[in-house]
């Protein structure tokens, strides 16, 4: 049935190609940023969770795409191309209310907390969101977080605003900023990665638990959208030996 299925979408995806040409091979534009283990650049090539299971959707529906092809942008920059470059694919991506009419969306790739990061001898608590607006929050620009943080009405002034992560997690050992909004395992990656230990610094809020998505650019056809979610959820089947293809790609990243 497998093979059956994969036959008579590689066919549908040929014609729509024939018909789409705009969205043939050459003219994607594939973006994401240094999100390890989610988007990383690895010896000149981008890796990760991410772009391994969007490599591997596109070759089970006849799109071969370099690795190399992959281009690592700070994340406003990937994000306003996005929104306005026909062709354009943005990864991982948080699937937000604010984001939802804004792209076409593929997944869930996988999910994550999003959380505020605080020295543990600060000793901050937050009973909500809005506790968090008399400190000082380090945010990447147009990132989920950011966006899950003005949206609980904390006021622009109190947002550090910068390109990339690893400024405020440095910011955020100098004492600099007061919170550090971004994903905790990320985070806690980056921190081992800078030469900072991780288990001086605490979660002290969850703002949301996040799926991760593929974002297209909106006019992207539907019913391209729709094939490659098919082709997802197939790879999350588990096989004979109980388990699926993304969880054996997750798995190489997170368990080693």
């Known amino acids: 049935m497998n093979r059956l299925y994969r036959g008579v979408a590689l066919i549908i995806l040929l014609v729509f190609l024939q018909v789409c040409p705009a969205m043939s091979r050459e003219s994607w ?15 000149g090539e981008v890796h990760g969770i991410g772009a391994d299971i969007l490599l591997e959707i596109m070759k089970r529906n006849g799109i071969s795409i370099e690795r190399k092809s992959i281009q690592l942008f700070p994340w406003p920059r990937a994000y306003r191309m996005t ?24 997944g869930p790739i996988t999910d994550l907390n999003i959380g505020l990061t605080a020295l543990k001898a600060r000793k901050i608590k937050l009973n909500s969101i809005t506790d968090a607006g008399k400190y000082r ?6 990132g989920a977080p950011e966006q899950l943080i003005l949206r609980a009405g904390i006021p622009e002034k109190s947002l550090d605003r910068i390109a ?3 400024l405020n997690i440095k910011k955020l050992q100098a004492g600099r900023i007061d919170l550090f909004a971004f994903n905790v395992p990320s985070t806690r990656y980056l921190m081992i990665k800078l030469g900072i230990d991780p288990d001086r610094y605490e979660s002290v809020y969850t703002l949301k638990h996040a799926d991760l998505y593929y974002a297209f650019n909106k006019n992207t056809d539907d019913q391209f959208i729709n094939l490659l979610n098919r082709t997802l959820q197939e790879m999350k089947q588990p096989d004979a030996g109980g388990t699926s293809e993304v969880e054996r790609i997750i798995a190489g990243y997170l368990d080693p």
């Open 29 to 43: 534009n594939i973006m994401t940023e240094e999100l390890p283990p989610y988007n990383f650049e690895q010896a």
């Open 83 to 106: 929104l306005e470059i026909p062709g354009s694919i943005l990864f991982s991506a948080a699937r937000t209310a604010e984001r939802e009419k804004l792209f076409k969306w593929v």
């Open 137 to 142: 929050i380090g945010t990447i620009r147009d």
């Open 164 to 166: 990339g992560p690893e």
